[in-house]
């Protein structure tokens, strides 16, 4: 006889991993499976997130930031630094034991709250005789079948490939590659400016790599605040980024040594771009090939995502799914809270996602870090509203860091004063998001921001006077 659990979770990623966690916190007898590999063949749970995405990218970040500002700012505080110099193989080790510490943490958080983990990959068998549960195929080392009365489907997402393009991960990169270049490329391309483009773009290009991305839509960063990504636009070119906007990318070619690019420009002129590594970044798809959904009558839909209900149910008793393989943006943050929400909603609790407070940050420098709604959308949606905005150019924290770009900008109903969209693009954005988040999920006013004694020096009181500035008194601009 099989082993029983009340929750099977497939898929160990911030959205499964957090969901397994979760359940056992709830009682129920969870397991999960997860067939990432480090590179001796031993468990790697945490999914792209913790192996081949945000963790990982941000060490890099992290690292070329470095490099950037001993070079070019640390004479301005009065160090005087001389031939530094990058050993990119040391880099990229300290970006593995970082990773590696991710995925040692969720085995011991596994243990900790006994939930069994099975390392392999998950798929559907049947449903289960004499009960409402389902047979788990689990494909690893070894192979066995266990059984579960529930089933949380969190098997994320892979890189979208451009057709007839495949990746290589040599010279033609998709996420996973770019984090592994083993030396400095001369010339790097990108095709897509998104999330994934820009940093990994920042990275080489803080590091030497002459970069140019190329992006099929005539509009830079259009899911962010127009005026952010104008600014942003303005400071990522200002750095030495190549962004072309309105292409369309022809044939490319790769040899041993350089990848050739054939695309036309905004003017339709016609144009090769040579480049030593080329990084796609157009995107994710939703990741099902491998789980047996035929086996059950689990319901795809055309992109091949698991259909679910607002509260994550698949048209299967007993079964749901989560993360970047149902809709909704594919944030790693947000796949954890529909795993919170699911578990609780197993244990007939109420659990709760709301995607219009789901902030989105882009880990460049400056940063960009966004909630709730853009002023295009607002515009669009015939929606009364009053702006306000502050630069960091007048807030004191941000002259002692040295870094003034950007600003903070407020959008609240005409009305009611209830803010709808709080957007950031300058330093630590990524940090500063969260009072935003917090305030629209209460419902706060832009007044009720304006009115609350912010720390000074801080960031945080760009915040502050963003808010006052919807009220046209800002204090210190």
């Not at 906007?245 to 003017?267: D, F, H, Q, R």
């Not at 594919?330 to 007939?348: C, D, N, Q, S, T």
């Not at 009611?416 to 935003?436: C, F, K, N, R």
């Amino acid at each position: 006889m099989s082993k029983q659990f009340d929750v099977i979770v497939i898929g160990g990623g911030p959205g499964g991993y957090i969901a397994a966690i979760r359940a056992a916190q709830l009682g129920f007898s969870t397991a999960c499976i997860d067939e990432w590999k480090n590179a001796a063949g031993g468990p790697a749970p945490g999914g792209t997130c913790t192996n081949v995405g945000c963790i990982p990218s941000k060490a890099l970040l992290q690292s070329s930031e470095h490099f950037d500002q001993a070079n070019h700012h640390f004479a301005e505080h009065g160090i005087d630094v001389k031939g530094v110099s990058i050993d990119v193989a040391k880099m990229l080790a300290r970006k593995n034991t970082v990773v590696k510490q991710n995925n040692d943490g969720i085995l011991y958080l596994f243990k900790k709250n006994k939930i069994s983990f099975f390392h392999g990959r998950g798929s559907f068998v049947k449903a289960a005789q004499g009960s409402a549960g389902y047979d788990i195929q689990v494909a690893g080392a070894t192979e066995e079948t266990i059984t579960g009365k529930h089933i949380i489907v969190a098997t994320g997402s892979n890189a979208r490939a451009l057709p007839g393009t495949p990746f290589d991960e040599v010279n033609i990169l998709s996420n996973d590659g770019a984090l592994n270049i083993g030396a400095v490329p001369k010339r790097l391309g990108l095709i897509g400016s998104g999330v994934i483009g820009l940093e990994m773009g920042s990275v080489w290009r803080r590091l030497g790599s002459e970069v140019t991305i190329l992006e099929g839509l005539p509009t830079f960063l259009g899911a962010v605040d127009e005026q952010v990504a104008k600014e942003a636009f303005k400071v990522f070119t200002k750095q030495g980024l190549k962004i072309e906007l309105g292409v369309k990318v022809g044939e490319i070619k790769s040899t041993k040594k350089s990848v050739s690019i054939a695309y036309t420009n905004a003017k339709g002129e016609a144009q090769t771009l040579e480049v030593d590594k080329l990084i796609i970044s157009i995107g994710r798809v939703p990741n099902t090939s491998g789980l047996n959904a035929e086996a059950v009558g689990l319901a795809l839909d055309e992109r091949g995502a698991i259909q679910v209900d607002g509260d994550c149910k698949t048209n299967l008793p007993n079964v749901w799914a989560v993360g970047d393989v149902v809709r909704g943006p594919m944030l790693a943050h947000k796949a954890e809270e529909e795993g919170v929400a699911v578990a609780e909603r197993i244990a007939g609790q109420h659990g709760h996602v709301n995607f219009n407070t789901v902030p989105w940050v882009i880990y460049t420098s400056p940063e960009i870090a966004w909630v709730g709604q853009t002023e295009q959308q607002l515009k669009a949606a015939g929606t009364a509203y009053r702006a306000g905005s502050f630069p960091f150019l007048a807030n004191g924290r941000a002259r002692a860091l040295g870094d003034t770009t950007g600003f903070v900008k407020f959008l609240a109903d005409a009305a009611s004063d209830e803010i709808l969209g709080v957007h950031i693009v300058g330093p630590q954005a990524s940090e500063l998001i969260a009072e935003a988040v917090v305030a629209m999920e209460f419902k706060a006013s832009a007044e009720d921001i304006a009115r609350i004694c912010h720390a000074h020096p801080s960031l945080s009181e760009a915040t502050k006077e963003a808010a006052l500035a919807v009220d046209k008194r800002t204090l210190n601009f």
